[in-house]
């Protein structure tokens, strides 16, 4: 049974530029949630989606957004890239009941 | 505001003996709690979860305790592995309403010397 798949593994982008990471979750899952892991700051909810619909949102900016397919893949994109906004992103997915949650390996964001 | 805590950045535990990981918590309305394991550049993996309405949970070397009146829960490595070694957070969930999210705490590194 496939993980959760996160592309690319590693990115490397300029201040100002925008991103898009995607997650495939596992067959079946229909949740996804992103997590942003920094040093100082650990793991931080980004936002979650059900059926294309996002249920739940993190204290992060507007730069930070996301999206669900019909095929529950998402993307999250962040626009205008800060120097402040190098981390992991976590992928998790989950069936539709409490607790379950399985991670992808992460996007390594560096901004240059 | 943290609503969950890892206060010991690290912990060093001989090869054999056991290893506590602990966390608090603020948030009364959290019911459900989990600990994970993370490599480097590896995303975090799930090792053991409680509910609420328990207040212990074995799966082989590993047990958590939860103590819901103190807000406190720890991870207990018995014996603990050189392979043990790695990040391990704990995290929170609430059933309720529409929360749909894990609250991590910062994490805690715990290396097991051979």
């Known amino acids: 049974k496939a993980g959760v798949t996160q592309t690319p593994r590693y990115l490397i982008k300029t201040r100002g530029q925008q991103v898009t990471l995607s997650c495939s979750p596992i067959?079946?899952?229909?949740?996804v949630s992103w997590y942003q892991q920094t040093p100082g700051q650990g793991l931080q909810f980004l936002f979650e989606?059900?059926?294309?619909?996002?249920?739940n949102k993190g204290n992060f900016p507007g730069r930070f957004s996301g999206r669900q397919f019909s095929n529950s893949r998402s993307e999250m994109n962040v626009s205008t890239l800060e120097l402040g906004d190098s981390a992991l992103y976590l992928c998790?997915?989950?069936?539709?009941?409490?607790?379950?949650?399985?991670f992808g390996s992460g996007t390594r964001l560096t901004v240059v | 505001d943290q609503q969950v805590k890892q206060n010991s950045p690290s912990l060093s535990v001989q090869e054999g003996r056991i290893s506590i990981l602990n966390c608090d918590y603020t948030?009364?309305?959290?019911?459900?709690f989990l600990w994970y394991k993370k490599y480097p550049a590896e995303g975090p993996t799930f090792l053991i979860s409680i509910s609420s309405i328990k207040d212990k949970n074995e799966d082989g070397r590993f047990t958590v305790f939860l103590n819901k009146s103190a807000k406190h829960l720890s991870l207990h490595i018995v014996p603990s592995q050189p392979g043990d070694s790695a990040v391990y957070f704990c995290?929170?969930?609430?059933?309720?309403?529409?929360?749909?999210?894990?609250?991590f705490g910062k994490g805690t590194l715990l290396t097991v010397n051979p």
């Open positions: 067959s079946g899952h229909r949740s």
């Open positions: 995290a929170a969930s609430y059933s309720g309403g529409s929360n749909y999210k894990l609250t």
């Open positions: 998790a997915s989950s069936p539709p009941h409490e607790g379950g949650y399985t």
């Open positions: 989606y059900f059926s294309e619909t996002q249920r």
């Open positions: 948030n009364s309305m959290f019911d459900y």
